[in-house]
């Protein structure tokens, strides 16, 4: 594990509740201000559509790169369901043009949203898939066409020449290395790694075989890296995993994880999968450091995203973080996004 950073979900309240969405926001900015400072490597937002979390990611992940400097900015994951592959594209560019290359933004078919079919309210009908995931793959092509510079739709040959083609504007060199596909199944890990873009492991796989979540994420892993290798990218992908961790170093730590985290994975359904879900991890550091080198998938990838409970508050979760970089991130390998090795 060389890098870790925070995913946050962005819950919030009702208008006029203590933590309603503005505090919500302007909690994730202080945050992760905070954690650049830290030399945490990533700050990463899920995004979700009719309800109270996180719903429209560019202009929070805008105002956080303008005031930070090493942090990487990124999203896991936008759903495509609900994008105009495009102008997602364009907004995509103008984010890394202003982080200075450090986006790492996850995109994919999304998780289960409130709305029954919400993408059609956004105007993104046709879909013959009851979870819309056939609408995703079909907008992914010309998103990353668009993301790599190549011209993308016929110029007016009233202004240019006959059979001229544009690209968007503005475009930003190097982005297409730096755009993840959100996996929760082996499949779609080979599906991306033939695609040509980095892997985001879900915070759930599709599968319940009995196996853990971090031995069947590690075997989806190796799948998707020895497809990258049979395709022949040329460049090395990155690979995430996500997990909640939360060292107990405090009285606070030990009011709200006392009993310490669920001993084993979980099984459910899911968009009628039956899938397993990660346990939670709540101990003592050296503990954690055990349990985590244990966990096959951890190992296996190179970046770690800290699910953390926004809704406690910048103070709190900044706490969780301290503790993580301090006691327990550089037993795992740690590199600091701050580190003087660091552009």
């Given amino acids: 594990m060389k890098r870790f950073g925070f995913l946050s979900f962005g819950h919030h309240g009702p208008e006029g509740d203590p933590f309603d969405a503005r505090a919500s926001l302007h909690s994730a900015i202080e945050l992760s201000v905070a954690a650049d400072e830290l030399g945490v490597n990533g700050a990463y937002f899920r995004v979700h559509h009719f309800a109270r979390q996180a719903a429209s990611p560019m202009p929070l992940l805008s105002a956080i790169a303008a005031r930070t400097?090493?942090?990487?900015?990124?999203?896991?994951?936008?759903?495509?369901?609900?994008?105009?592959?495009?102008?997602?594209?364009?907004?995509?560019?103008?984010?890394?043009?202003?982080?200075?290359?450090?986006?790492?933004?996850?995109?994919?078919?999304g998780s289960p949203e409130p709305a029954h079919r919400g993408w059609e309210a956004f105007g993104y009908t046709g879909s013959t898939d009851p979870r819309g995931a056939d609408i995703a793959r079909e907008k992914f092509p010309l998103f990353m066409a668009a993301i790599r510079g190549e011209k993308v739709v016929d110029a007016d040959p009233k202004q240019f020449p006959v059979g001229s083609r544009l690209g968007i504007q503005p475009h930003s060199p190097g982005l297409d290395r730096r755009?993840?596909?959100?996996?929760?199944?082996?499949?779609?890990?080979?599906?991306?790694?033939?695609?040509?873009?980095?892997?985001?492991?879900?915070?759930?796989?599709?599968?319940?075989?009995?196996?853990?979540?971090?031995?069947?994420?590690?075997?989806?892993?190796?799948?998707?890296?020895?497809?990258?290798?049979?395709?022949?990218?040329?460049?090395?992908?990155?690979?995430?995993?996500?997990?909640?961790?939360?060292?107990i170093v405090s009285d606070l730590d030990r009011r709200y994880f006392g009993r310490g985290g669920q001993g084993r994975d979980q099984v459910g359904v899911i968009d009628g999968f039956t899938s397993t879900f990660g346990r939670t991890y709540a101990d003592e550091p050296d503990k954690l450091v055990e349990q985590l080198r244990a966990d096959a998938a951890v190992m296996s990838a190179d970046t770690l995203m800290l699910t953390i409970p926004n809704q406690v508050g910048t103070e709190y979760n900044l706490h969780v973080l301290e503790s993580f970089a301090k006691y327990v991130a550089p037993e795992l390998g740690w590199e600091p996004a701050n580190a003087p090795s660091n552009p």
């Fill in 69 to 109: 400097r090493h942090i990487e900015v990124g999203t896991g994951v936008i759903d495509l369901r609900y994008e105009n592959p495009l102008y997602l594209a364009e907004e995509a560019a103008a984010l890394d043009l202003i982080a200075d290359g450090r986006v790492a933004l996850g995109v994919s078919r």
């Fill in 179 to 247: 755009i993840w596909w959100g996996a929760g199944s082996r499949d779609t890990a080979v599906w991306s790694a033939q695609q040509g873009v980095n892997l985001m492991s879900s915070t759930l796989l599709t599968e319940a075989t009995g196996a853990s979540l971090g031995d069947l994420q590690a075997e989806q892993i190796q799948r998707y890296r020895d497809a990258w290798a049979e395709a022949g990218h040329g460049w090395e992908p990155r690979v995430s995993v996500s997990r909640s961790v939360f060292p």
